[in-house]
């Protein structure tokens, strides 16, 4: 399955991009949302682009290399703040967009160890050349180690049977493949939920784990706030419950003033959320089944002093 960018004309509308102005496409994947940021973008607009992932990357360099407006830069969003500080943009940037989680390349690429759909190595890294697989975290970790990934990130209430049987497992062999940590889950996990393999939860978590991914989230919207200029929008594209908690949680702290033990205010709100979460229409849904659990935020930085 290509990749199809999700919410797409909600998250340019959402950006509300100017033609001169500097924006950052944090999850670059395959360009869908990139490429049509840079449609609406003159001669002096900028577009930086960024991903950990050396395949995206390679993808970029490809497509969109060649010009002279965008800068690509081989990292994650959580570096976003720091890379654009060297380049002298924090509090120059009119719009940020995060679009979390996997896309639909990964999913579909064996190699990648992401789906138990299909049958490959335990990886489940963004970037194969850093930190553990996810094979390599459940060869060495302790059941109840294991069991606290899956529940906090992965809300998996067979939790703790399926990392006894994962250690259980290891001392015949390690798990190496995703089919034999799929067939494992399956034949411990009581009963099945309809529409919804035994795994799924389970895969979630370890790649979570793996990744980083709400630490990088976390850091990334705080640099977001950080870049961006006076009335400069953030859009973030979330796909499940634990990565929207945080993001609606971080919006809404950064929406309110910093008050003292006494109610003084000690430093003035740097959000302000602007309208409500937008998800999928029945249209787009029908074109592409995976964006069924996407939700869009939108934020603007304010100006300083303003309301």
């Given at each position: 399955m290509s990749h199809v960018p999700v919410?797409?004309?909600?998250?340019?509308?959402?950006?509300?991009?100017?033609?001169?102005?500097?924006?950052v496409d944090g999850t670059f994947g395959r360009g869908g949302h990139a490429a049509r940021i840079l449609q609406c973008l003159g001669p002096a607009g900028r577009l930086h682009v960024f991903?950990?992932?050396?395949q995206a990357i390679a993808v970029a360099q490809e497509r969109m290399g060649g010009d002279a407006r965008v800068v690509i830069h081989p990292a994650s969003f959580a570096e976003m703040a720091p890379r654009l500080d060297a380049l002298g943009l924090v509090g120059r940037v009119e719009g940020v967009l995060l679009d979390i989680g996997v896309s639909s390349p990964q999913l579909d690429d064996a190699a990648r160890g992401f789906s138990f759909m299909r049958d490959g190595p335990l990886d489940m890294r963004m970037n194969p050349a850093e930190g553990s697989s996810a094979a390599d975290f459940l060869a060495h970790?302790?059941?109840?180690?294991?069991?606290?990934?899956?529940?906090?990130?992965?809300?998996?209430?067979?939790?703790r049977r399926i990392a006894r049987a994962i250690v259980a497992r290891r001392e015949q062999a390690p798990l190496r493949r995703t089919r034999e940590l799929a067939e494992l889950i399956a034949a411990v996990v009581p009963g099945r939920e309809i529409g919804k393999h035994p795994a799924t939860r389970s895969f979630q978590?370890?790649?979570i784990h793996v990744n980083g991914e709400l630490e990088a989230?976390?850091?990334?919207?705080?640099?977001?706030?950080?870049?961006?200029?006076?009335?400069?929008?953030?859009a973030v594209i979330s796909f499940h419950s634990l990565e929207d908690r945080?993001?609606?949680?971080?919006?809404r702290d950064a929406s309110r003033p910093e008050l003292d033990l006494l109610g003084r205010e000690t430093a003035p709100a740097q959000l302000r959320v602007l309208g409500k979460?937008?998800?999928?229409?029945?249209?787009?849904?029908t074109r592409n089944?995976?964006?069924?659990?996407a939700v869009l935020r939108v934020a603007s930085r304010r100006a300083e002093g303003g309301q």
């Open positions: 919410l797409l004309d909600e998250a340019l509308e959402a950006l509300a991009i100017r033609a001169d102005g500097v924006y991903d950990r992932d050396p970790a302790s059941a109840e180690a294991i069991a606290d990934v899956l529940w906090r990130l992965g809300e998996e209430r067979h939790s978590a370890l790649r989230l976390e850091r990334g919207l705080a640099g977001a706030v950080q870049v961006l200029a006076p009335e400069g929008r953030l945080i993001v609606k949680r971080f919006m979460p937008r998800m999928p229409g029945e249209d787009e849904l089944p995976r964006a069924r659990s």
